[in-house]
């Protein structure tokens, strides 16, 4: 694809990937509450489901769905400032958009419970 405006490669471009990464994290951390009670939940689980895992696979399925929440939660924060940018009237399209990325955040959330128990009860 060609675009007229310059598009930095290589180091430069990964300089910048990290940069606007971390102004993601740091606007999701003081600007989504969710996200913040998220991470909460993050720091507990995280180390509780390596402590739990009785080895690298089932430390793997304890761990990653605290990942997949933290990535959905993203996801729907960036989803819902951009429909707040185009207008914050109400318009049905717009609440069924965030509606829909609420319950993408759920569902990451009923996936760790499922996971968490299907491997802590087959001990």
């Known amino acids: 694809m060609k675009t007229d405006r310059h598009k930095p490669t290589g180091l430069v471009r ?3 990937a990290f940069g606007n990464t ?3 994290f740091v606007g999701a951390v003081r600007g989504e509450a969710a996200f913040r009670q ?3 939940l993050c720091v507990v689980l995280f180390p509780l489901g390596l402590w739990l895992g009785k080895n690298g696979v089932e430390r793997a399925l304890l761990v990653g769905p605290i990942f997949i ?3 959905v939660e993203l996801l729907n924060s960036g989803i819902e400032a951009t429909i707040d940018r185009i207008g914050l009237e109400h318009h049905q399209l717009s609440g069924l958009a965030k509606d829909l990325c609420s319950a993408a955040v759920f569902t ?3 996936m760790l419970a499922v996971v968490w128990v299907l491997v802590l009860l087959d001990r």
């Open 14 to 16: 990964l300089l910048n």
């Open 22 to 24: 971390r102004k993601g």
């Open 38 to 40: 998220e991470l909460a």
């Open 69 to 71: 929440i933290l990535i």
């Open 108 to 110: 990451s959330f009923a």
